[in-house]
Nanobody
């Protein structure tokens, strides 16, 4: 069982930066690949980025590549998302999610989800 809690969302102007953090409970955090997804009003939840259980592998959506960076600290049970050069179209609720071992871009593959944190980018 893994419980996930996101933090760090807020309101930022276009071009600005935010850092999201996801804190996980449980002693087996290092056995989980982690993902960030987002959902804008009226839209389906979409993949943003995933990181392997070790942190050695990452997979970014094209829309955020070069602007967002995912990292994890298995000693602290955290995964962070550094978001730079934010755009209004990045506005969404951001969710972190966990699945055993291997990364995936499909939200249905993730078993555990946080409650989400709102990111709003003003133009």
């Amino acid at each position: 069982q893994v419980q996930l809690v996101e933090s760090g969302g807020g309101l930022v102007q276009a071009g600005g930066s935010l850092r999201l953090s996801c804190a996980a409970s449980g002693r087996t955090f290092s056995q989980y690949a982690m993902g960030w997804f987002r959902q804008a009003p009226g839209k389906e939840r979409e993949f943003v980025v995933a990181i392997s259980w070790s942190g050695g592998g990452t997979n970014y959506a094209d829309s955020v590549k070069g602007r967002f960076t995912i990292s994890r600290d298995n000693t602290k049970n955290t995964v962070d998302l550094q978001m730079n050069s934010l755009k209004p179209e990045d506005t969404a609720v951001y969710y972190c999610a966990a699945r055993s071992w291997t990364m995936s871009r499909a939200s249905g593959d993730y078993k555990y989800w946080g409650q989400g944190t709102q990111v709003t980018v003003s133009s």
